[in-house]
């Protein structure tokens, strides 16, 4: 779940880089800020440490990122720290991308299936969810075998239960139900 604060920041910055047309531009440095700070051990514990001083850590974060992203992302990165949230980083990065989304119209989805999809199912399930919703859908894939089979969909905070197994649970509540 996304911070207060981090929604603020994170909706503020997207605020700024739509007014500028920057939109894509801080998009792309914020998920490459979001994956240093998750795929780094040790960075954001680096930078919310107050054993090393603000300045020093600011300097940190221009040293690296400089002349690599836009300068309003890396002015928002030091400000974060001038704040002391850097840990709040990725969630600031997950809700400048809501945000995106939100403004152009596209949906996350989430599905889950026993085993992966086929290319062909793929993109049938991406043309059917579009038609639907009437949002462009990027989909995420993830397997789990104790589905044993069919699929759940995750998108817009809701989970859609098609799997096998849901319905094996349902029924089998059914059948204790009517005991």
Known sequence: MISR???????SLYDLAAEEGLEDRILSDMQALSSAARDIPGYVRLLSSPAVPLEERKGLV???WEGSIHPYSLNFACLLLDHGMADELCQCAEEYKNRYDDAHGILQVTAVSAVPLTSEERERLVRAIETRTGKKAELTEKTDSSLIGGMRLEMDGKAY???VSSHLDALRRLLEDNR
């Open 62 to 64: 221009r040293e690296a």
């Open 5 to 11: 604060k981090a929604k603020t920041y994170g909706s």
């Open 161 to 163: 239960e098609g799997s």
